[in-house]
Every structure is written in C-alpha cells, then in structure tokens.
C-alpha cells in the first residue's frame, strides 16, 4: 500500500488523529504545501493556520497552531502546540479570546504586543476554519 | 487503667481522624485521576517529539546549536522537584535523599554544583540545610499549567546558553504505578536522546524548510519544555498516588486503633459492672448473715 499516508497529529494535550489519509495539505511558514504519498524527507515548521486532507471518506480540516511537521515517503507527523477538527472548534471562546486580543492591542502599553497579536491571529484563524463550509 | 469516658473520648478523636483520612484520600483519588489522563494525553507528543529529534539527529552537530554543545563538565546543575504539600508518606523524602546523595556524589568528584529546587517541600528542605538555592519555584503543584514548564525551561535553556552551567539534572519522581513511585535523576541538558540514537538509526537526508538551523532553534527548546512539563506531570501523579496509599494506610490504621479501644473500651464495661455485681451480692451476703 504505498498510495497511503498516514497522518499524525499529536499536541501535548493528546493525540488528535492518526488515520490514513490520500494528501495533507498544511500551513508551512514558508507557505502552504501539499503532500502526497511517497514525498522526499521533508521536516518544516508550521504558522497557525489550517491542515486538511482526504481521507477515505472524504476531506476532514484541522485547525493547527504553530508546529513542526516531519513528513516521509508513507507518514506526515504534525507535533503540534495545539490543534482541533474544525467541527470541534469552540466558535464562542475563539471569539471571545479575538475581543480580549483586540482591546489589548490598543493599549500596547500595558500588554504585551507580540503575545495579544499571536493570540488575536489564533482567535482569527479558527473562527475562520471553524465557519468554513465543508465541502461535501 | 483508663476510666471509661477516656477511652470513649479517645475512640471519638480517632474515629474523626480516620474521618478526615478517608475524605483526603478521596480527594486525592480524584485528583490522581486527572493528573494521570493529563500524563497519559501528554505521552504520545512526548514520544513523537523523541522519534523527530532522533531522526533528525544524524544532522545535528554540535555548532548548529548552543543546546546541543557538549562541554566539559565542570559546573553541574541540579534540579529537584517534589511537591508543595506534604502527607504524601515518603514520596518527598525519598526524593530528597536520593538527591542529597547525588549532590554530595557529585561534590566528591568536585564539581561545582549548584541547585534548584521546585516545590516547597524541597525549599524547606535545602533551606533547614542553609544550602544556598539559585533558584526555586513554588506553588507548582496542584495546577500545572504549561506554561510553567515554560518558565522553568527558559531559565534552564538560558544558564546552559550563557555556559553558567556545563550539565543540567533533573530529579524527579516517575510514575510507575498507584503503589510504586520511581526516584529519577536524569541529565536534561546536554540532550542525551540525540547522541544514543544517532547511531542506531538510519539518516534520512531531510529537506529543511525553513532551515536547518530554524529548525533546530524551534524544535531544541520546545524539547526541553516537554520535557521538563512531563517531569512535572509525572511528579504530580506520583504525589496523588503516593497521599493515596499515605492516606489508605493513615485510615486502616485509624480503624485499627477503634478496634483496639472498643475492645477495650467492652473490657473495662464489663469489669466495672462485674465488681459491681459482686459488691451488690456482697452486700446481700452480709445482710443474711
């Protein structure tokens, strides 16, 4: 079976998905990057963003914050910071963590930028995959 | 002889201290619980985290970066880790002696040592000891977030960095099972898992996106956060595990003790009224008479 990855996702919090999927297709930081079976030894780091790929029975998508993929010929494995299925997004915290964000963002100040600028581009990004139609 | 109401009085006060055991001892079944499914979620990145850096340790030198540096030993490190409450039967001792003897182990072989110490266990410990602590942390225990193995990787990747340190130690107690803590003093700087597996494993020529070095620099750190947050989820669940079993034995003890004390509590009942009985016949005998 070579036309199979499989796909691993782990965060400190427990192992997201291990199934075997066609493509993954994620968020490096050098851009976005598609992997299909039988891919060169490839490791990089991965931007807060989405990861999608096609399983079977159809394409399923990851919210993914800031990790690495190490990806070889038969297997993508994902470490990362924290991740989620779309469809386990909580919209509302995101939400309400986008608000928090941006009212620290104006008063620079006293918060640490970079950290409410990270957080605020989190909130962003799964509120986005988290309202993305699946495409059926 | 103990008069009656003493021994009463005495199986009141255990009864209320066998109390207190058993409802700490649910508590801290409760709360092993979660700190175990918290271990076990962490354990599969843990592990994964191993298997990319070893594969990735066929290109890892030692210029690449400063975490990887291997110098001679000359100050040492160590890091004791243990809890901030005690009634946990020899879980924070155990761990203290072990430590104590690594450390003067250590000084035998005169290296310059300095410790650390998580957990107010430990502080009260080194400080009774006028041991001079370069750093300690406390109020840990109990609620772990990750951001505390954050805060304390960061000060460990930054005494090894400015080479205020040449080896870092951790000791810490390993969860084995609910009745077995294991005491361990493991190196977490320099990266042992890089060196014993380069050679068992074949390299892969990895393509880096977006460099090697980039790379290293994320995944190097992040390794000693995991590292040190499993260290910590680990002690946590063996402290739980430990109250426990403390808190099991404390209340069979208790029961125990109760037992005793009604027995003999029926005994000295029973005398009392038998003198009385006779006292009574006595007095009924004199009478006759």
Redesign the interface.
Same mark, same amino acid.
């Given at each position: 079976m070579e036309n199979k990855l499989r796909l691993?996702i =782990? &965060? !400190?919090? $427990?192992?997201i998905f291990s199934e075997e999927v066609d493509e993954v297709t994620a968020n $490096?930081?050098?851009g976005e990057f598609c992997v299909l079976p039988g891919h &060169? !030894?490839? =490791?990089?780091?991965l931007k807060v963003g989405m990861l999608t790929c096609k399983t079977g029975k159809g394409p399923v998508i990851f919210f993914v914050n800031w990790g690495?993929a190490?990806v070889?010929p038969d297997k993508v494995?994902v470490?990362a910071d924290s991740a989620e299925k779309s469809e386990e997004i909580d919209v509302e915290r995101a939400k309400e963590a986008m608000k928090r964000a941006e009212e620290r963002l104006k008063k620079c100040e006293e918060y640490d930028f970079h950290r409410a600028e990270a957080s605020l581009e989190r909130a962003a990004t799964r509120i986005q995959i988290a309202q993305l139609k699946m495409p059926k | 002889m103990p008069t009656l109401r003493d021994i009463k009085r005495r199986i009141k006060a255990v009864q209320s201290t066998s109390k207190i055991t058993k409802a700490m001892k649910m508590v801290a079944a409760a709360k092993f619980r979660k700190a175990q499914q918290?271990m076990f979620? /962490?354990r *599969?990145?843990a592990d994964?985290?191993s298997?990319?850096l070893s594969? /990735?340790a066929g290109a890892a030198e030692s210029e690449i970066h400063p975490l990887l540096a291997v110098r001679p030993r000359k100050n040492v490190d160590i890091i004791v880790l243990t809890s901030d409450r005690g009634l946990c039967g020899a879980f924070n001792s155990n761990i203290l002696r072990a430590a104590s003897k690594h450390i003067s182990h250590l000084k035998k072989e005169e290296f310059e040592v300095s410790i650390s110490a998580i957990g107010k266990k430990a502080v009260d410990y080194f400080r009774r000891r006028n041991v001079p602590l370069k750093k300690s942390w406390t109020g840990i225990s109990g609620r772990i977030s990750?951001a505390n193995a954050q805060e304390i990787a960061a000060d460990i990747i930054e005494r090894y960095t400015n080479e205020t340190t040449d080896e870092i130690i951790l000791a810490y107690n390993e969860f084995k099972s609910v009745v077995a803590q294991k005491v361990v003093v493991t190196r977490l700087l320099p990266l042992a898992s890089i060196e014993t597996a380069a050679e068992t494993l074949p390299v892969?020529?990895?393509?880096?996106? *977006?460099s090697k070095e980039?790379?290293f620099n994320? /995944?190097l750190p992040k390794n000693v956060e995991?590292q040190v947050?499993r260290a910590l989820l680990e002690s946590q669940a063996s402290e739980e595990a430990a109250r426990m079993s403390a808190m099991e034995n404390a209340t069979k003890a208790a029961n125990d003790m109760i037992n005793n004390l009604t027995l003999q509590f029926n005994k000295a009942r029973q005398a009392s009224i038998t003198k009385e009985l006779m006292d009574i016949v006595g007095g009924v005998e004199a009478l006759k008479g």
């Open positions: 691993e =782990v &965060a !400190p919090h $427990g192992l $490096g930081s050098e &060169a !030894p490839y =490791v990089t780091t690495y190490e070889g494995l470490l | 918290r979620d /962490l *599969p990145y994964r985290m298997a990319v594969s /990735l990750y892969f020529n990895f393509i880096y996106e *977006p980039d790379i994320n /995944l995991i947050f």
